[in-house]
C-alpha cells in the first residue's frame, strides 16, 4: 500500500495554505514529508522578537507608558535598540484603549466535517481585544505589504474563519486588522470585517483547498525564480529555478 | 523483516502484539505478566505529558482507534534506519553500498536519503559490528503496568560481543548535543533495549545523519537504569497518569495532529 499523504483530516494552518498557494513541491517538502531543510530562508529572528516583546509590554502594563517599555526593553537586555522602540511606537499608534481587554498569541482551532474532505484549522492570533462591542485581532508584520485589503489575503481569511465562532459566542463583531510596524509602510491595509456570506464562502474556499489537495497527484514546482531563490528547498527540489548545493554539512571526505 | 508472534513476558502474546511486532525477540526479562493491552507510554507522552491535551494524551495512553494520520513524513528515515539495519547484517564495517538509490522516494526524499548515508558511513564507518534483531516497537515494563511503544534505536554488537545501541535521527528538530542520556527518546530506547543489554556496559549513541552529528558515552546499562532511567520513568508515567484521570480538552495548535477528534466536545 502506498504511503499515504494526507491523513483522514488534514490540518490547515495560514503557514501551510500559504505555501500550498505558493509551491506545491515546497508543499510536499515541508508539509507532507516534513523534509529537513536543505536551504537558509528569510530569518524570522526579528519579527518573533517583536511579538514577545508586544506580548510582555502589555501582559504587565501599556504600550504608550514609556517608562513601562523602556523598562521592558531593558529587562529582555534590549535597552538602546532603537528599531525595536520604533516597531513599539508605531505599534502603540494602532493599539487600542487601554481600557480594551487584551489576550495575546491566542491559539484557534476549529474542525470541518462536511462536506467532505474534512480539515482541521488551526492558527495562533498575535493578538485579540475586545472592546466597543469588537473582537479585535490583530496581526503583527515586520515586513513588507503585499496587499491593499486584509480581505485579500488567503492567510487572513482562514484567520478570521478561526475567529468567527469566539466573536459569535460573545456577541461581538469581527474585525482583523494586519499592523505593519516597520517603518517603511505607511498605511496598513483595509482591515476585514467579516459578515456571513463572507465567513460561508471562506469555508468553502478552504474546503476547495483541501479537496485540490487530496487531488493532486503531481506536486510539480512553481519553478520562478523570484521564488524559488527564498525557498528551504531550492536545493534540492527537482524544479528549481534556483538549483544550489544543500547547506547541510558535508562529510570530510566528500568535501 | 519479519512478522510473528513472539514470546512475551509471562509467556503470554496476543493479536495485538502480533499485530505491532516486526521482528524477534523478546524485550524484558521479568517475572511479572503485563497485559498486552495495558496502556501505552510513548517518547511524545513523555514529554509533553504536562502540557498536551487532555483528551489526545488520555486517547494516545489508552490506545483508542481514531483517525488516521498521514504517514510519509517519516518514510525517509524509516529507509535510512532500515538500510543501516541491512549494512550490518554480517559483522561489518558500513559502506555507502548500503545506501544506494531506493525506490519509493520523491526526489528530495533521496537527496536526505543519500545525505544520510553519507553520514552513517561517516560516523560509523570504523566499527564493524552486527545488527541485532529485537523487537522494534514495542516493550512491557511490567513494574509501571504500561508499555513504551515507539522506536528503540539500532542494536548492534561486534565481535566480541560488545554492545551499541544507536538512535539515528535525520535532520532532528532539536540539536544532538551534550550528553545522549539528556535525551529523552535515549532513555526511552536503553529501557526497550534492557533485556538484551542489562547486565553489560553499553555504548549510546545519538546521532543526526544530515547534520553530521554525534554524541555517545559509555554506559554501565544496570546502573544507569536503576539511578536515573528507571525513577524518571516512574515519574513521567505518573504525571501522564494524573493528566489521564481528566481528559478535559485543551483545543489549540495540536488538534491538527490529534487522532481523536471524532467526539471531541471541543469540535461538536
Redesign the interface.
Known amino acids: 500500500m502506498p504511503d499515504r499523504l494526507l491523513g483522514d483530516i488534514v490540518p490547515l494552518s495560514a503557514s501551510s495554505l500559504d505555501t500550498w498557494l505558493r509551491c506545491r513541491r515546497e508543499f510536499l517538502a515541508s508539509q507532507l514529508l516534513g523534509l529537513p531543510e536543505s536551504d537558509a530562508g528569510g530569518s524570522p529572528d526579528q519579527g518573533l522578537l517583536v511579538h514577545d516583546l508586544l506580548r510582555h509590554i502589555h501582559q504587565q502594563g501599556s504600550c504608550r507608558d514609556a517608562e513601562h517599555v523602556e523598562g521592558t526593553l531593558a529587562a529582555h537586555g534590549l535597552n538602546g535598540s532603537s528599531a525595536l522602540q520604533g516597531f513599539v511606537e508605531r505599534h502603540a499608534r494602532r493599539c487600542p484603549p487601554d481600557d480594551a481587554a487584551g489576550e495575546h498569541e491566542v491559539e484557534r482551532a476549529r474542525f470541518h466535517r462536511r462536506p467532505a474532505p474534512m480539515f482541521m484549522a488551526t492558527g495562533r492570533i498575535d493578538a485579540v481585544w475586545r472592546h466597543r462591542g469588537l473582537l479585535d485581532a490583530r496581526d503583527y508584520k515586520t515586513g513588507q505589504s503585499f496587499t491593499e485589503r486584509v480581505a485579500d489575503d488567503p492567510r487572513a481569511r482562514l484567520q478570521v474563519w478561526l475567529l468567527a465562532p469566539l466573536a459569535r459566542h460573545e456577541g461581538l463583531r469581527l474585525r482583523l486588522r494586519y499592523e505593519f510596524l516597520s517603518a517603511e509602510v505607511l498605511d496598513d491595509p483595509e482591515p476585514f470585517e467579516p459578515d456571513d456570506d463572507d465567513l460561508a464562502a471562506i469555508e468553502e474556499e478552504l474546503r476547495g483547498v483541501v479537496e485540490a489537495m487530496w487531488g493532486e497527484q503531481e506536486f510539480a514546482g512553481v519553478a520562478d525564480a523570484a521564488l524559488c531563490g527564498h525557498c528551504r528547498y531550492r536545493s534540492i527540489c527537482p524544479d528549481s529555478a534556483s538549483p544550489g548545493v544543500p547547506a547541510w554539512p558535508v562529510p570530510p571526505e566528500d568535501g | 523483516m519479519t512478522t510473528d508472534i513472539v514470546r512475551t513476558v509471562g509467556g503470554r502474546a496476543s493479536p495485538a502484539m502480533a499485530r505491532r511486532r516486526r521482528s524477534l525477540g523478546p524485550m524484558t526479562q521479568t517475572d511479572a505478566p503485563v497485559d498486552a493491552e495495558s496502556p501505552r507510554v510513548t517518547p511524545a507522552l513523555l514529554r509533553w505529558a504536562e502540557s498536551m491535551c487532555g483528551r489526545r494524551l488520555a486517547g494516545v495512553h489508552h490506545d483508542r482507534r481514531g483517525?488516521?494520520?498521514?504517514?510519509?513524513?517519516?518514510?525517509?528515515a524509516n529507509r535510512v534506519f532500515d538500510s543501516a539495519r541491512l549494512a550490518h547484517t554480517d559483522i561489518a564495517v558500513p559502506t555507502l553500498g548500503a545506501f544506494r538509490a531506493v525506490t519509493?522516494l520523491?526526489?528530495?526524499?533521496q537527496?536526505?536519503y543519500e545525505?544520510a548515508g553519507?553520514?552513517y558511513?561517516?560516523l560509523f564507518g570504523d566499527r564493524a559490528v552486527r545488527a541485532v534483531d529485537l523487537d522494534d516497537w514495542e516493550s512491557p515494563v511490567a513494574e509501571l503496568g504500561v508499555r513504551l511503544v515507539g522506536p528503540a534505536g539500532l542494536p548492534v554488537e561486534d565481535a566480541d560481543g560488545r554492545r551499541e545501541l544507536r538512535l539515528l535521527r535525520?535532520?532532528a528538530r532539536r540539536p544532538v548535543a551534550g550528553d545522549p542520556l539528556e535525551s529523552i527518546e535515549a532513555r526511552f530506547a536503553l529501557e526497550r533495549v534492557a533485556g538484551w543489554a542489562g547486565g553489560a556496559s553499553l555504548r549510546l549513541c545519538v546521532a543526526d545523519l544530515?547534520?553530521?552529528a554525534l554524541i555517545e558515552r559509555e554506559v554501565d546499562v544496570n546502573r544507569v537504569l536503576d539511578a536515573e532511567v528507571r525513577p524518571w520513568l516512574a515519574e513521567r508515567v505518573a504525571v501522564i497518569r494524573a493528566r489521564v484521570a481528566d481528559p478535559t480538552p485543551q483545543?489549540?495548535?495540536e488538534?491538527?495532529?490529534?487522532r481523536y477528534?471524532a467526539g471531541c466536545a471541543?469540535?461538536a
Open positions: 483517525n488516521r494520520p498521514s504517514d510519509a513524513r517519516f518514510r525517509v519509493g520523491e526526489p528530495e526524499e537527496r536526505v545525505a553519507r553520514w558511513v561517516t535525520v535532520g544530515v547534520q553530521g483545543p489549540g495548535l488538534c491538527a495532529h490529534c477528534v471541543a469540535h
